[in-house]
């Protein structure tokens, strides 16, 4: 994408709209047992709430209501995921009747191919990750003459910051706030609801160490493409990342930190034990971060984003009983 519209309080108001005609705002709780453990005072936004157990939800219905009242409705349209994105796809194009093919990587997340599956997607196992897959659509969309439907946008950004708006009107005052990164909608949709609102909170994000390709780029000033090797992470597991997206977060994030697999899966613990929510690893990873900061945020009032839930139950069986040995 060469152009960005910088989101405004408006665009996000309006967006709004949208997604609370097809869902209700989720919660976001202040957890004692958790706040316990980090040594600051914890609140836990649950986008593992959403309909389809996921943030991207938002983004996708705003996407396709903007499209479809455009006039430019397609016949068909196709996108690349690791099953969140593609799950919001399925579920807002659906809502107009537009045929929906995602393309993922092979071993993709079994429970979420299901998942899309029962949205009515059309599913294509392509490539060893994410960019071979994205690569695979594009080329699909052009031959096929389908409608690529993009993992970053202004639409899609405006329509996943209401949870970071509903969040940061909610609880006055957080000093902290820690954002999972994939491609950059979320993290992005962070700074444009705390700018709209003009608050001094910081925004951290979070990486994969074994998918950190932002972070290195963030060191760096510019894209810097980084091998996925997590196996825990796949919400995150990014090789290349997204120009506009990291221009962005270049001007708007504190820091990137990146977090393990063990490290993961060690709060995918901590969030089942102290809270009985259940995060995929991407979910998980923003308290991974704050359990590693906690020497540089204690006895501030910090926010940790539960981007998802959606693990497959496997996985979650072995995260259960392995803790911070997940990878070993």
């Known amino acids: 994408m060469e152009y960005w ?7 996000i108001e309006s967006a709004s709209r949208i997604v609370y005609a097809n869902m209700q705002a989720t ?10 453990r980090c040594g600051a005072e914890l609140w836990v936004k649950h986008e593992n709430h959403s309909p389809v157990g996921a943030f991207k939800l938002r983004g996708g219905l705003v996407y396709f209501s903007r499209l479809v009242h455009s006039g430019n409705a397609p016949d ?14 399925g ?3 659906g809502l107009y009747g537009i045929p929906v093919t995602v393309v993922v990587p092979r071993g993709n997340s079994v429970e979420k191919n299901a998942a899309m599956r029962a949205l009515g997607v059309k599913l294509i196992e392509h490539g060893d990750d994410f960019q071979e897959s994205l690569e695979f659509a594009v080329d699909c969309a052009e031959k096929k003459s389908l409608y690529m439907v993009p993992s970053f946008h202004p639409w899609l950004v405006a329509g996943v910051a209401t949870y970071s708006m509903e969040l940061l009107k909610a609880v006055r005052d957080i000093d902290v706030v820690y954002v999972p990164i994939g491609l950059g909608s979320g993290i992005c949709g962070m700074m444009a609801a705390r700018d709209a609102l003009k608050l001094k ?5 979070v990486v994969s160490s074994h998918a950190s390709a932002y972070a290195k780029s963030f060191s760096a000033g510019h894209p810097v493409d980084s091998p996925v090797t997590t196996r825990l992470s796949d919400g995150m597991a ?9 221009d962005l977060i270049l001007k708007g994030v504190d820091r990137i930190v990146e977090v393990s697999d063990n490290e993961v899966s060690a709060a995918m613990c901590m969030m089942f034990e102290c809270t009985h929510n259940v995060c995929e690893g991407a979910g998980a990873a923003a308290l991974a971060a704050a359990m590693q900061e906690a020497p540089l945020i204690a006895g501030r009032k910090v926010a940790v ?3 998802g839930g959606n693990v497959d139950q ?10 911070s040995s997940y990878a070993d």
């Open 5 to 11: 519209k910088a989101i405004s309080f408006e665009d």
């Open 27 to 36: 919660p976001q709780y202040h957890w004692p047992l958790l706040s316990e």
């Open 76 to 89: 068909g349209v196709i996108s690349a995921t690791r099953g969140n994105h593609g799950q919001s796809i």
């Open 91 to 93: 579920y807002a194009a």
């Open 201 to 205: 909170t910081r925004i951290v994000g």
């Open 238 to 246: 990014c090789r290349t990342p997204q120009t506009v997206a990291l």
């Open 305 to 307: 984003i539960a981007s």
């Open 314 to 323: 496997d996985v979650f069986a072995r995260v259960l009983k392995r803790g």
